[in-house]
């Protein structure tokens, strides 16, 4: 189960995050890329050069994704694709189940049904072949790889009754009939408890299960295969229980939790006791994302969490102190992150990156003590200098501690010289920004602006009393934080201007860039919205949301009931509040947005269209809460470009109008200014 | 000798390719020639019959009104506006009269040869602007005839908006009125296409009920009578009932009724300004929603001259 923890570090060190991180489709990208004679829109949004790369057990191979492929290689030999482009599915997750077994994840792009691939390879020349694969239509997540059971792997399945999500676990011969080994006799758990994570004791046995009661943990045990689950724990209040592993005689149960903690710790859980009965680890700012575990699994050595906008590693143990040694001693003045590691740790795949760098990944071999490249991340950005990203903290008037990311263009001409554009993340609660490389920021940095963004209260891995102080803020305290990051650099940083700023976000962003030129229109210049909400009341009316209680209570705790705060809803709604809005505005939204609908838009470009002030709308076509494709990135963002230049540098010609779009109910499929 | 042979043979072989030709383009200029005149004839009875069913319904209608002139000098005046609405010249000028002046010169002996291969191409594209030139004929017509519908709401009928989209193939949409077997109705088919109509239903609760398509081995239902994608219809109002969104990828469907006021009203706006002038607006969708009063409140505020801070 180490899997786990380094996905988390994976992912959190190779996401680039953001409202427009487009998938690597046809289109997108070259078979071979090769440096472009200049640098557009696309080139900050095209999917990194590799993504989920693994090393196997023995160290000797590492494979990745890249362009819809398989790539399997070593140092000595190159990366060489595997198999031929799958576009047809989205890949989701590559895992060695041996030292010569490949398991894919992925979902097809057409029904979202979730699969597995088998691989097993051979040796051909330098590099490797398929010797047979066995396609698994299981709709589910590998649970465990069990590298020492070549061909064996615990497969997970998703299972939907009465609204609740639980999994049934499966022993699969990953070269057999997924349907013969799924049925509902195989399985290894009974699904009386909705159970969700497992805990695998000896062999196959389970008698270790967690599920969610009303957002509580309940840890499910029995005595024997045949025994039935009872019910020995319930968390104290709404939290999380991540079971990471099993000490090695089975008495403890080490998870990330925050059912004792206001953060996200490493946790023990007594199994005859049933309780936790020690905190490894907590953090004071941040929640744990990761456990590193011993060689053999069976003990904590280490933890991960981000701290200011970055992957930190804190060891648990003297050995593990080391686990860092190399690959810090060979990239001195990077950011390193250790993403997976051989079953003896010694050879490592780490991640690199640093403030004008996008990052590259190398396998490091801690006992030849060599570090070679496996990839560059993003090759065609290497030149072009990405503008480095500083982390600030800083303390509000009621005692919130906020991160705050500044990023600065290259060329900066002098005082006041540069234009800011604030960047609210979406969510709000549970979400966060961090320092990795994120095309948005960098596409706005080498347009010559300034990036202003905020893990204001609400915001994800600062522990509950942090995120819960960001709910029903909306519009409030969450803006006031915003503005109070403003201030602060536009104070600290001679170089910008403040005459010049704007606020752009998505989703939450888009409307709390709404709310702070509702609530400052003297601070700002102008408000851009890609898909955001302008209306609470409106988040409550479609029919998916009207039918489903659990979406419901969750947006009540967050914003307030309809039922009995429908003037407080409506007072910090952009719609009802057109009047106040003062400054042009830019919105887009794709018609296919099932999260935030493309209504949104459309009341507030009417409320604003009636009162005549300047407002331009973009319905973007099959486009939905993000974007796939680059292409629909550089459609949404070349109007953009040109509404941030006439209003922070006064290039172009005012449009002072609205833009009408198609006549249909879902928004329009064209967009003309008139 | 052999050499004036030779040169006789090649001459030969010349003159009978030329001739060859010659009955070939001969062949060509026939077959536009057939096609155009296929064209004015077919498309000329489209007009005519156009004409006729428009007169026919006008005339009928406006004998219901008989009593009422100021309703039918409404009428009158709503299908002038449809009709210029569906921009009956620009479609004819484009599907009509485009199609035979260029068939007219590629079939003209003298400026051009055409390739036969091309004919089949050219008379599909005939055929096909006379397929728009017939579906523009067809929505002016839906249109009156949608307008006399609303004329003759009856008591215990309201007017309802009905729009729905399907992202693609949906070749039935079935809206049922729960408990009641009749009152019902379907739309379809649509294909990546929207349904924007005002319906005149009795007063009840409709739902969302079946989509149905054809696939290769029969036919597809996708029942969501379970899903609650229901409105509800106030007699004498016009009622707002949301938009009916469709979405199918592969063999999974899902649909959802989405509340979009704004847009829909966008719409009336355009569509149906005497309709808003006339009739109340009832959201049968969601009635707490405060946005339909919201806009027609301020509108009317900012049309009195109530200045917009």
């Known amino acids: ?674 | 000798m052999i050499r004036f042979t030779v040169l006789s043979a090649a001459i030969l072989l010349i003159n009978m390719t030329t001739a060859h030709a010659d009955s070939r383009a001969e062949e060509c200029h026939a077959a536009l020639s057939k096609i155009a005149d296929e064209h004015h004839q077919e498309s000329t009875d489209l007009q005519r019959r156009f004409a006729g069913r428009l007169a026919e319904l006008t005339r009928g209608h406006l004998k219901d009104l008989s009593g009422d002139a100021g309703a039918a000098a409404r009428f009158r005046s709503l299908v002038d506006r449809i009709v210029d609405r569906g921009d009956l010249d620009k479609i004819r000028s484009a599907n009509f009269e485009h199609v035979l002046s260029y068939l007219a010169e590629v079939g003209d002996p003298g400026s051009y040869h055409p390739d036969c291969a091309h004919v089949e191409t050219i008379d599909a594209w005939a055929k096909e602007a006379r397929v728009k030139y017939e579906r523009a004929f067809d929505g002016v017509i839906a249109d009156v005839e949608e307008r006399i519908e609303i004329d003759k709401l009856g008591d215990g009928e309201g007017l309802v908006v009905v729009a729905a989209y399907a992202f693609g193939y949906a070749e039935t949409i079935k809206v049922n009125r729960l408990g009641s077997l009749f009152g019902g109705f379907t739309i379809g088919p649509l294909f990546n296409a929207q349904h924007f109509r005002v319906h005149r239903l009795q007063a009840g609760t409709y739902s969302w009920d079946e989509v149905t398509r054809s696939v290769p081995r029969g036919r597809v239902f996708h029942d969501f009578s379970d899903d609650e994608l229901v409105f509800t219809v106030e007699a004498g109002r016009l009622n707002y009932a949301g938009v009916f969104v469709y979405d199918v990828r592969g063999e999974f469907a899902q649909a959802e009724i989405e509340d979009r006021a704004a847009i829909v009203l966008t719409i009336l706006e355009r569509r149906y300004p005497e309709l808003l002038e006339n009739y109340e607006i009832a959201n049968g969708l969601v009635p707490e929603d405060d946005f339909i009063d919201f806009y027609l409140t301020e509108k009317r505020r900012l049309e009195a001259g109530g200045g917009s801070g």
């Open chain 1, 1 to 674: 189960m180490r899997k786990l923890s380094v996905t988390v570090v994976l992912f959190l060190a190779l996401a680039t995050g953001g409202l427009s991180a487009a998938d690597n489709l046809p289109g997108a990208m070259d078979d071979a890329p090769a440096p472009e004679p200049s640098i557009g829109v696309q080139d900050f949004f095209r999917a990194g050069e590799l993504s989920n790369p693994v090393i196997s057990p023995d160290g000797q191979v590492v494979a990745y994704l890249a362009r819809g492929r398989i790539f399997v290689g070593n140092t000595l030999a190159g990366y060489r694709p595997l198999t031929r482009e799958l576009w047809r599915h989205e890949l989701l997750d590559l895992d060695w189940i041996s030292n010569h077994e490949l398991l894919l994840h992925r979902r097809a792009r057409d029904s979202g049904a979730l699969s597995f691939v088998a691989f097993e390879l051979a040796r051909e020349g330098e590099g490797y072949r398929i010797e047979r694969e066995n396609e698994l239509a299981i709709h589910g997540y590998l649970f465990d790889a069990m590298p020492q059971s070549p061909g064996r792997v615990l497969i997970a399945a998703y299972v939907l009754e009465d609204g609740r999500t639980s999994a049934d676990l499966f022993y699969i011969d990953v070269y057999g009939s997924a349907y013969q080994q799924t049925k509902s006799r195989r399985r290894l758990n009974d699904r009386t408890r909705h159970l969700l994570h497992y805990v695998r004791g000896q062999e196959l046995s389970l008698h270790f299960g967690v599920t969610y009661n009303e957002r509580r943990p309940e840890i499910w045990q029995r005595d024997g295969d045949r025994r039935a689950w009872e019910l020995t724990w319930t968390g104290p209040q709404a939290s999380s229980f991540l079971p990471i592993s099993v000490s090695a005689d089975g008495s403890v149960v080490w998870a990330l939790s925050d059912a004792v903690t206001d953060k996200v710790a490493a946790v023990a859980f007594d199994v005859a006791g049933a309780s936790i009965s020690q905190v490894l680890y907590e953090h004071d700012r941040a929640d744990l994302n990761g456990i590193i575990m011993s060689p053999d699994g069976t003990t904590p050595i280490g933890v991960t969490f981000m701290d200011r906008g970055l992957i930190r590693f804190e060891a648990l143990t003297p050995e593990a102190e080391r686990l860092y040694d190399f690959a810090r001693a060979e990239f001195p003045d990077s950011d390193v992150a250790i993403i997976d590691m051989s079953a003896d740790q010694a050879a490592q795949l780490v991640a690199v990156s640093d403030s004008g760098n996008p990052g590259a990944v190398y396998r490091c071999d801690r006992t030849s003590r060599e570090c070679d490249l496996v990839s560059p991340l993003y090759p065609w950005l290497e030149d072009i200098g990405l503008a480095p990203v500083r982390a600030e903290t800083l303390t509000t008037d009621d005692g919130f501690e906020l991160d705050l990311f500044l990023t600065l263009p290259n060329d900066v001409a002098g005082p006041e010289s540069v234009p800011v554009i604030v960047m609210p993340h979406g969510g709000p609660i549970g979400v966060s920004d961090n320092r990795y490389f994120s095309g948005d920021v960098q596409w706005l940095a080498w347009n010559g602006y300034a990036v202003l963004q905020v893990n204001y209260r609400g915001s994800g891995g600062y522990g509950r009393e942090f995120r819960s102080a960001g709910l029903r803020e909306w519009g409030r305290g969450i803006e006031d934080d915003i503005e109070t990051a403003l201030d602060h650099v536009l104070r600290s940083q001679d170089v910008l201007d403040a005459g010049r700023v704007c606020t752009f976000g998505a989703s939450y962003g888009g409307y709390s860039a709404l709310m702070s030129v509702i609530d400052r229109p003297e601070r700002y210049r102008c408000a851009a919205s890609f898909a955001g909400v302008t209306d609470l009341t409106l988040l409550f009316n479609g029919s998916r949301f009207r039918h489903n209680m659990r979406l419901r209570d969750r947006l009540i705790e967050m914003i307030g009931d309809p039922d009995v705060d429908m003037p407080e809803l409506m007072e910090y709604s952009p719609v009802y509040q057109y009047q106040r809005l003062s400054r042009p505005v830019y919105l887009a939204h794709g018609n296919k947005d099932q999260v935030v609908d493309v209504e949104h838009s459309w009341r507030l470009r009417k409320m604003l269209a009636l009162a005549d002030s300047p407002v331009e709308l973009h319905v973007l076509d099959d486009v939905g809460h993000g974007f796939a494709l680059t292409d629909q990135v550089e459609a949404f963002y070349a109007p953009l470009m040109d509404f941030f230049a006439l209003h922070l540098q006064g290039v172009g010609a005012s449009q002072n109008a609205t833009v009408e779009t198609g006549d249909g109910p879902t928004g329009g499929s064209r967009a003309a200014s008139n």
